[in-house]
């Protein structure tokens, strides 16, 4: 019986003594395949030290490939409106996309961005003090992007010099401001219980005016202007009935190192000249680790857009240091943050390709997509899909682009220049302008 005694406390002394034992780590992988001409994914499951696992998705593209296009779209092509990744690149065909912008999550304006927006050189949305993805112009048909700080400026100038600072665009006034709408924000304004509103024609001519609040009709072709407090006092004193205003306004990037095309707000910046560097922008969610979006631009002159999975057993997210760091060892010159979360998403040839954080895929304000125009047969795919899924071609235009593509892609190129505006969205005509040239490229 002693024996056993002792047997039986020298168990429960090992047993005391024993280390825990350590979680199983999640496996360590890192595998690459090309999307398409131009495209790579990468993904990659790591350890910093004694942290993680984290779970990293990388899109790198090659700006100077001639199939490649980038293109900032709208959920629904639209603005206050959601939709998910999947959708916009299944819709237009996209090679890859990621999720772009902060955005309302819901109420009246769900979808609309809260920071700047631009398409086609045109501001949608409004916003100041914070970074941004701009794509440029394009020269010699390579694309191009860089990060930048994104500032708003507009006034509205009566004949007689008087002006007022506006505030913002296509969103409610509130206390002293001015903001301005256009027309694709709706059929009118919000309604409002106080406030002055105007409505201009095209030529900045007050054609309307709304004394007692909001929802005045504006103009297809032109613009309505709503101010609160002093703005209202400023409004009622100077856009009488047929008095005509100046309205100028735009989003301004810095370094203003090309012609800004499409402004995708977002921030804060975390890599600048190839060193960590996140700013102080105002956002809370530095510091702790959550899913990540973001887009960079790499010493040797490619673009990553680049996703990280959080809030999961097999990836816990990352602190925007934590990805700056991972940015600037894949070769990242500059980088921006996107909007992360449970909006972070990256679609691959039609796939979800990381691991969204929500129960299900979360419909956004916007996304970046990613083509690659590789052939006559791709352009021809575009085309279709412009036709059929976007609602950017008017479908009477079909038969005459067909047969203008049947012709080759300099045909195709002037036969959208000719219907630009008129039944083909600014959207579809740059995307197949740029394709048609990617296809005569690669012919050559």
Avoid at 92 to 112: E, R
């Amino acid at each position: 019986m002693r024996i056993l005694a002792l047997l039986a406390a020298a168990t429960v002394i090992l047993a005391q003594s024993a280390p825990p034992l350590e979680k199983p780590r999640a496996e360590a992988f890192d595998r690459t395949e090309q999307v398409a001409p131009g495209i790579s994914f990468r993904e990659r499951r790591f350890w910093r030290g004694n942290e993680g696992p984290f779970t990293m998705q990388i899109l790198e593209i090659q700006p100077k490939h001639p199939a490649v296009n980038l293109l900032a779209v709208r959920g629904n092509d639209r603005l206050n409106s959601r939709e998910t990744v999947s959708s916009m690149a299944r819709r237009y065909g996209a090679a890859a996309a990621v999720n772009g912008g902060y955005f309302v999550v819901s109420g009246p304006y769900a979808g609309a961005s809260t920071g700047p927006w631009q398409f086609n050189r045109r501001p949608v949305y409004a916003g100041s003090g914070r970074s941004g993805v701009v794509f440029c112009e394009e020269q010699d048909s390579v694309e191009q992007m860089e990060v930048a700080r994104i500032d708003w400026q507009g006034e509205v100038r009566t004949a007689s010099g008087q002006f007022y600072p506006l505030a913002g665009l296509n969103r409610e006034a509130a206390g002293d401001e001015l903001v301005v709408f256009q027309p694709e924000f709706g059929e009118t304004t919000p309604a409002a219980e106080e406030g002055v509103e105007v409505a201009l024609d095209s030529g900045g001519k007050v054609i309307a005016i709304e004394e007692e609040g909001g929802g005045i009709p504006i103009p297809e072709a032109g613009l309505a202007l709503s101010g609160k407090g002093a703005a209202a006092e400023w409004l009622a004193r100077n856009a009488t009935e047929g008095a005509e205003l100046e309205v100028a306004y735009a989003l301004q990037p810095s370094p203003a190192s090309c012609v800004a095309e499409d402004i995708v707000g977002a921030g804060p910046r975390i890599v600048t000249e190839g060193r960590v560097s996140v700013a102080d922008e105002g956002f809370g969610h530095a510091a702790v680790r959550h899913p990540r979006t973001a887009a960079a631009v790499t010493r040797r002159g490619t673009i990553l857009l680049v996703t990280v999975d959080g809030r999961q057993a097999n990836s816990i997210g990352m602190r925007l240091d934590e990805l700056a760091e991972e940015l600037v060892a894949l070769g990242a010159r500059e980088a921006v943050n996107l909007d992360g979360g449970g909006s972070t998403t990256m679609v691959v040839q039609g796939r979800i390709r990381n691991s969204p954080s929500d129960p299900r895929e979360r419909p956004v304000s916007d996304g970046i997509l990613v083509f690659s125009i590789a052939s006559a047969e791709d352009l021809q795919g575009l085309l279709e899909r412009l036709v059929n899924n976007t609602g950017h071609i008017q479908p009477q235009h079909w038969p005459a682009l067909r047969e203008a593509l049947s012709e080759g892609p300099a045909a195709l190129r002037q036969a959208v220049d000719a219907l630009e505006g008129r039944g083909v969205s600014p959207a579809a005509a740059r995307l197949l302008r740029e394709g048609a040239h990617a296809v005569e490229a690669q012919a050559r």
